[in-house]
């Protein structure tokens, strides 16, 4: 069972970048999955977590309104839509996957992790 994101890179304050993040295995394609990200030295924070039938989704309050998490099962892919990018959003982005229901923030509850992709949002 692996995640592999991908879709980091550099950008400018205010413009828009997609993150991805790619499952094997099939089990996978229908657990709860999430976006975090984290500083050097830093704890990993919560961004966004999407249920597995992908109806119901939750964010962090600084990126809601301005990201959007999405899924297509059939693909087992998840995808993150950052706008409106700020200096502050810069961080390493790592994608997870959760056996729960509930759209945790936590990182505890996730059990498998994908790589990280970097995001740099220059001002």
């Known amino acids: 069972v692996q995640l592999q994101a991908s879709g980091g890179g550099l950008v400018r304050a205010g413009d828009s970048l997609r993150l991805s993040c790619v499952g094997s295995?099939?089990?996978?394609?229908?657990?709860?999955k999430a976006w975090f990200r984290q500083l050097p030295g830093k704890e990993r924070d919560f961004v966004a977590a999407?249920?597995?039938?992908?109806?119901?989704?939750r964010y962090a309050d600084s990126v809601n309104g301005r990201f959007t998490i999405s899924r297509d099962n059939a693909e087992n892919t998840v995808w993150l839509q950052m706008n409106s990018l700020k200096p502050e959003d810069t961080a390493v982005y790592f994608c997870?996957?959760?056996?729960?229901?509930?759209?945790?923030?936590?990182?505890?509850?996730?059990?498998?992790w994908g790589q990280g992709t970097l995001v740099t949002v220059s001002s």
């Open positions: 999407i249920s597995g039938h992908g109806r119901e989704t």
């Open positions: 997870a996957a959760s056996r729960e229901f509930k759209l945790s923030s936590s990182t505890s509850e996730y059990d498998y």
């Open positions: 295995g099939r089990t996978l394609s229908m657990y709860t």
